[in-house]
């Protein structure tokens, strides 16, 4: 079976592009590293004076009493089950039920501090990994798959909370258990001790040993579940696509050959780690038959009496479940440390798009835009502008045409700040955009997209996501504005119909309606159309040409035009090839001129006439 799933991927993997990159032995032959861990610790340090010392103290007292009651035990048999005396065994054995009984409620606060301190840890985590990832720059998303990022803010954040629930404590406490039991045997024989832990170095060799492979292979799961993750999320936000094409079974059986290598990596990563915690019992049977056996050697020759044994099988008993229990642990950190460095490769990524020290707001007055030989280039041998330079006046609207790749688009990531100039100046009012704070920039533009997105939610909390704090009367008054309102009142409940995720249930055109009435909502100094009526049909699209009189009016505007018969009374037309400007001027002046725009012209009418 596993062949064959593995022939069904490599087959389907030839036919069309790899789209994933598999785990190899480079990614993931790294050291254990101890300088992660530190950083997971520092997520403590807000309850270092609330749970953390609650846990650690019942964690101690629990430990204590635990050391305790074996060597009771042992004074027992020796100082009155041997003698008969009735009224010690009596004291004993109420003492030793007192203590069980503070051992239990010494771990019930245990458990209980030590849960709320890593369901606390692991949601200031998430809150700031996902903070962390909100304001990081788009060149950290062109570089990775949706899926990647909700791998990390879902399932590797989620596989810390048993570590800081229980691993770290219990750590600490089996720490504390085996010094405890090292210190009191060796206080009650010397001999028998050496005896017992000659088996320690066997279990040290044997987990150094295996503890390589298992990390290894929990960070091989890791790196695979990331693959699938990536994979559920392009198929199903591709999924029109897919049945569109009838890719189906193309799918499924790519998914075939990634859940047999995930499947196979995780039936890998288990075999390994099951076989630390059966050899920590191996060998603690060793040293229990190492105890009895030298213990009546001693035992014979008068060096040490019955409840001394019997007090070392209890040390000894609670000796091997500490050490098989770091052995499980050590697994789980194994599988932590895969998902650890994964967030932080995510929090160690910086904004390449930030504020200087000195970032002042941006103050607009007038909406007058400049662009001072400004060049920008996405990758060294991907340019994308070259010596851009364009003055627009306050209150002009300006349309950007071309062909695709021309550099239109990236003209407007360039003055919205989602990009930094390589070089050049991009200026508002006289002021450099860079010597600005991001936010006052961004709150003093609207951009409407080609693919609108709406989120989960209300249409009436749609368009209010241009200004949250407008009252409905201002968002009604927005719709209006842009032909909105007369589709949204004929839904089921109005400008309060759940539009579901995305904005499935509208068309593009009412969702491209919908973007355009929070654009205008935000009363933006600056409003930025790209590519936004390209999706609209013929009757809607003259619905939006006359809301547009209301949109543009009195702000400085740059359009994106796909159809050029949007633009004719820009003030300006600038016609882009290669990232540069090769015309420049207003619709009847390119026509005059006859070159590239009228050119565009000529060929967009021939395919709407049909000839």
Same mark, same amino acid.
């Given at each position: 079976?596993?062949?064959?799933?593995?022939?069904?991927?490599?087959?389907?993997?030839?036919?069309?592009?790899?789209?994933?990159?598999?785990?190899?032995?480079?990614?993931?032959?790294?050291?254990?590293?101890?300088?992660?861990?530190?950083?997971?610790?520092?997520?403590?340090?807000?309850?270092?004076?609330?749970?953390?010392?609650?846990?650690?103290?019942?964690?101690?007292?629990?430990?204590?009493?635990?050391?305790?009651?074996?060597?009771?035990?042992?004074?027992?048999?020796?100082?009155?089950?041997?003698?008969?005396?009735?009224?010690?065994?009596?004291?004993?054995?109420?003492?030793?039920?007192?203590?069980?009984?503070?051992?239990?409620?010494?771990?019930?606060?245990?458990?209980?501090?030590?849960?709320?301190?890593?369901?606390?840890?692991?949601?200031?985590?998430?809150?700031?990994?996902?903070?962390?990832?909100?304001? %990081? @720059?788009?060149?950290?998303?062109? #570089?990775?798959?949706? $899926?990647?990022?909700? !791998? *990390? &803010?879902?399932?590797? /954040?989620?596989?810390?909370?048993?570590?800081?629930?229980?691993?770290?404590?219990?750590?600490?406490?089996?720490?504390?258990?085996?010094?405890?039991?090292?210190?009191?045997?060796?206080?009650?024989?010397?001999?028998?001790?050496?005896?017992?832990?000659?088996?320690?170095?066997?279990?040290?060799? %044997? @987990?150094?040993?295996?503890?390589? #492979?298992?990390?290894? $292979?929990?960070?091989? !799961? *890791? &790196?695979?579940?990331? /693959?699938?993750?990536?994979?559920?999320?392009?198929?199903?936000?591709?999924?029109?696509?897919?049945?569109?094409?009838?890719?189906?079974?193309?799918?499924?059986?790519?998914?075939?050959?990634?859940?047999?290598?995930?499947?196979?990596?995780?039936?890998?990563?288990?075999?390994?780690?099951?076989? %630390?915690?059966?050899?920590?019992?191996?060998?603690?049977?060793? $040293?229990?038959?190492?105890?009895?056996?030298?213990?009546?050697?001693?035992?014979?020759?008068?060096?040490?009496?019955?409840?001394?044994?019997?007090?070392?099988?209890?040390?000894?008993?609670?000796?091997?479940?500490?050490?098989?229990?770091?052995?499980?642990?050590?697994?789980?950190?194994?599988?932590?440390?895969?998902?650890?460095?994964?967030?932080?490769?995510?929090?160690?990524?910086?904004?390449?798009?930030?504020?200087?020290?000195?970032?002042?707001?941006?103050?607009?007055?007038?909406?007058?835009?400049?662009?001072?030989?400004?060049?920008?280039?996405?990758?060294?041998?991907?340019?994308?502008?070259?010596?851009?330079?364009?003055?627009?006046?306050?209150?002009?609207?300006?349309?950007?045409?071309?062909?695709?790749?021309?550099?239109?688009?990236?003209?407007?990531?360039?003055?919205?700040?989602?990009?930094?100039?390589?070089?050049?100046?991009?200026?508002?009012?006289?002021?450099?955009?860079?010597?600005?704070?991001?936010?006052?920039?961004?709150?003093?533009?609207?951009?409407?997209?080609?693919?609108?997105?709406?989120?989960?939610?209300?249409?009436?909390?749609?368009?209010?996501?241009?200004?949250?704090?407008?009252?409905?009367?201002?968002?009604?008054?927005?719709?209006?504005?842009?032909?909105?309102?007369?589709?949204?009142?004929?839904?089921?409940?109005?400008?309060?119909?759940?539009?579901?995720?995305?904005?499935?249930?509208?068309?593009?055109?009412?969702?491209?309606?919908?973007?355009?009435?929070?654009?205008?909502?935000?009363?933006?100094?600056?409003?930025?159309?790209?590519?936004?009526?390209?999706?609209?049909?013929?009757?809607?699209?003259?619905?939006?040409?006359?809301?547009?009189?209301?949109?543009?009016?009195?702000?400085?505007?740059?359009?994106?035009?796909?159809?050029?018969?949007?633009?004719?009374?820009?003030?300006?037309?600038?016609?882009?090839?290669?990232?540069?400007?090769?015309?420049?001027?207003?619709?009847?002046?390119?026509?005059?001129?006859?070159?590239?725009?009228?050119?565009?012209?000529?060929?967009?009418?021939?395919?709407?006439?049909?000839?």
């Amino acid at each position: 079976m596993n062949g064959s799933a593995e022939a069904i991927e490599n087959q389907h993997t030839s036919k069309k592009r790899d789209r994933f990159v598999y785990p190899n032995d480079n990614a993931i032959e790294k050291p254990f590293n101890w300088s992660i861990m530190v950083k997971l610790l520092q997520f403590i340090k807000p309850y270092r004076r609330t749970y953390l010392p609650i846990a650690i103290i019942s964690l101690l007292l629990s430990t204590a009493v635990k050391l305790v009651i074996p060597f009771l035990i042992g004074y027992g048999v020796d100082y009155a089950l041997r003698p008969k005396d009735v009224d010690l065994l009596t004291t004993l054995v109420i003492t030793i039920a007192i203590l069980y009984l503070l051992q239990g409620i010494f771990n019930m606060f245990r458990i209980r501090y030590t849960t709320t301190l890593g369901q606390s840890v692991v949601l200031d985590l998430r809150k700031k990994l996902f903070s962390h990832v909100e304001n %990081l @720059s788009f060149r950290f998303f062109d #570089k990775r798959s949706e $899926g990647s990022v909700i !791998v *990390r &803010l879902n399932n590797d /954040v989620n596989s810390l909370q048993d570590l800081f629930t229980n691993g770290l404590i219990n750590i600490i406490m089996d720490m504390i258990m085996l010094v405890g039991i090292i210190t009191i045997l060796f206080f009650l024989n010397v001999k028998l001790t050496i005896a017992v832990m000659v088996v320690v170095p066997i279990m040290a060799f %044997l @987990s150094t040993k295996v503890r390589r #492979k298992i990390r290894r $292979g929990w960070q091989r !799961v *890791r &790196l695979y579940q990331s /693959v699938m993750n990536s994979h559920y999320n392009e198929c199903i936000q591709g999924i029109r696509e897919t049945q569109t094409f009838v890719q189906e079974n193309e799918n499924i059986g790519y998914f075939k050959g990634l859940n047999m290598r995930n499947t196979k990596a995780l039936r890998q990563a288990t075999k390994m780690s099951a076989i %630390l915690p059966p050899a920590v019992e191996v060998t603690g049977a060793i $040293g229990t038959a190492a105890l009895f056996w030298y213990g009546a050697h001693l035992l014979q020759a008068g060096e040490i009496s019955i409840g001394i044994i019997v007090a070392f099988a209890s040390y000894i008993g609670n000796f091997w479940q500490p050490i098989s229990r770091l052995g499980q642990i050590y697994n789980q950190l194994l599988k932590v440390m895969a998902s650890s460095e994964r967030i932080f490769e995510f929090l160690a990524e910086k904004p390449q798009v930030t504020d200087k020290k000195d970032a002042k707001e941006l103050q607009v007055n007038q909406g007058k835009v400049t662009f001072d030989q400004v060049k920008f280039a996405y990758e060294k041998d991907r340019v994308a502008l070259t010596d851009f330079s364009l003055e627009v006046n306050p209150g002009d609207t300006v349309a950007l045409v071309g062909h695709t790749g021309s550099g239109k688009s990236t003209v407007i990531n360039l003055l919205c700040r989602f990009y930094d100039t390589t070089s050049g100046k991009i200026l508002i009012d006289d002021q450099d955009i860079k010597d600005v704070t991001i936010a006052s920039l961004r709150k003093n533009m609207s951009l409407v997209m080609q693919d609108t997105f709406l989120f989960s939610g209300t249409i009436m909390e749609n368009i209010r996501y241009g200004r949250l704090d407008a009252t409905d009367e201002e968002v009604i008054e927005a719709a209006k504005a842009v032909h909105a309102d007369s589709f949204i009142k004929q839904l089921a409940n109005g400008y309060h119909t759940e539009v579901e995720e995305r904005g499935r249930m509208l068309s593009v055109g009412q969702r491209q309606l919908i973007s355009f009435a929070r654009a205008l909502l935000a009363e933006p100094k600056i409003l930025i159309l790209d590519e936004a009526t390209s999706s609209i049909d013929t009757e809607t699209e003259m619905k939006i040409q006359d809301g547009m009189k209301t949109l543009i009016n009195n702000r400085t505007s740059f359009i994106v035009a796909h159809r050029l018969s949007t633009i004719q009374n820009a003030d300006k037309i600038v016609v882009l090839n290669q990232g540069e400007i090769v015309e420049i001027g207003n619709h009847d002046s390119l026509l005059e001129r006859d070159g590239v725009y009228a050119n565009l012209i000529k060929v967009q009418n021939r395919f709407l006439t049909g000839e």
